[in-house]
């Protein structure tokens, strides 16, 4: 009798190890509040100033091992601040989507930290004071981490911190190609995620 146990035992072992060797179909929802600090001379950190808080919408729906696979949206108000710079432009509107990489370290059983990558296209809505609009558009480079608290198996809690780069496609004078077109921008994060199945893995 003691045989038969164990080689079940073995086998239940041997399937949860090949599980996590494969993609499996384990969906989070990350909605979150952010905020821009923009970096060097350019439109944005000369000319605007960011509102206190955006939002943003994550969706991970693949996992293969430790890593997860989303997609997402964000969106930022910027006001002017230097018209003499920017022209009579009242309000910047910022709009991005991205793809995202992230790695899950579970520190404990509470704790854990995702430090992820990504690419997305980022969208410069700018509207004129006699309610003209504008538009332009640009790819970014991104790198950063998530601090995780897990409340119950499906909710958590997080914030973040990343770095962007950001390259837009502005048609201006040679003198004015960096100013316009080259974006060094950090983000803070803080937000809920919600889990649907066991995404939290202890070893």
Known sequence: MVLPCFLLAQNEENSDS????????????????????????????????????????????????????????????????????????????????YGKIQYQWDVSKYWSIEPFIGSGATKIRQKYDDSDNDSFYGMNLYAGFNLTFKISPNISLFTGFNYNNIRFNVNTNKDWEDYFNKINQTQIQLGLIVSIGKNWVIK
């Open 18 to 97: 090949e599980n996590t060797k494969s993609f499996s179909f384990k969906p989070q929802f990350y909605l979150y509040a952010n905020h821009h600090i923009n970096h060097g001379d350019n439109f944005l950190s000369d000319g605007h100033n960011a509102s206190f808080v955006g939002i943003g919408l994550q969706l991970n729906l693949l996992k293969y091992q430790n890593f997860k696979f989303g997609i997402g949206w964000e969106y930022h108000n910027y006001n002017v601040i230097n018209s003499a710079t920017i022209g009579n432009i009242g309000y910047t509107f910022y709009t991005s989507v």
